[in-house]
């Protein structure tokens, strides 16, 4: 058995039994905001990253996630979308972001292999990292391995079912709730995950629309799965038309 294979199975036997050694109290999970090109933001996904700061996750934000006195324990990104995305909220508590680095460099397959290797390891790291255990922590990701529904094409071609996405590796599936595949066009929510301190398992999910106003009104805020409006003039990356095969399993390219 490879050493991938192996870490994968013993990840899920560990959730499975709700035998995490710790865990956060809460995981504030987040997409990256609307892309320029593989390296950048666009000018819309940059004014996300500043509402964000100024309303949902930025020390006095106006709408707070946090509770009352609160002071997140840490702020995670994996690619430079995401870092770009949540760095004005971290700078705001003075924190640093804490990388699981991936660049767009090589071919697709070879960035997808370091997405997945990655995002396993700070799976591993938020349920046993002692740092984070009780705490409140903010996780900005790229959106294939926050929750995607690979197509059956595709599955039927991939060696066996290893986990490459937090809501397999962090057992989301057990809510009801919680949508198995995150739509190309939704920047714009917050998945908000609480932990039972005793047993260290998922105890409970909710999706929250990030609301912006005044400066930021015209950051785009559409339903789950819906339109977000923008045009090629916005600079932002379009997304790219689905297959006939992903659109039957609701995937995203």
């Not at 070879?110 to 990292?129: G, I, M, S």
């Amino acid at each position: 058995m490879g050493l991938v294979a192996a870490f994968a199975i013993g990840l899920l036997a560990t959730l499975a039994a709700g035998a995490a050694a710790a865990a956060p109290a809460r995981i504030i999970l987040l997409r990256h905001g609307e892309k320029q090109n593989a390296w950048k933001l666009c000018p819309v996904g940059v004014q996300r990253s500043q509402a964000l700061k100024a309303q949902h996750l930025g020390k006095g934000a106006a709408d707070s996630l946090f509770r009352p006195g609160e002071t997140p324990k840490a702020f995670f990104a994996i690619t430079l979308h995401t870092l770009e995305l949540i760095t004005p909220a971290a700078t705001s508590w003075g924190q640093p972001v804490i990388t699981y680095s991936v660049l767009p460099e090589g071919s697709p397959a070879d960035f997808r292999e370091q997405l997945n290797v990655q995002t396993r390891k700070a799976a591993q790291d938020l349920l046993n990292d002692p740092r984070w255990d009780g705490s409140t922590v903010v996780v900005a990701w790229e959106h294939d391995h926050i929750a995607k529904v690979v197509p059956p094409a595709k599955a039927g071609k991939m060696p066996g079912p290893v986990p490459v996405t937090l809501y397999d590796l962090l057992g989301l599936a057990k809510f009801k709730d919680a949508p198995a595949n995150w739509p190309d066009e939704t920047y714009d929510y917050f998945w908000i995950i609480d932990f039972d301190p005793a047993t260290k398992a998922p105890a409970s999910f909710r999706m929250e629309k990030q609301v912006f106003s005044g400066a930021f009104a015209g950051v785009p805020q559409n339903d789950w799965g819906a339109p977000n409006g923008l045009t090629p003039a916005s600079k932002c990356q379009m997304p790219k038309p689905k297959k006939k095969a992903d659109r039957k399993a609701g995937g995203t390219q």
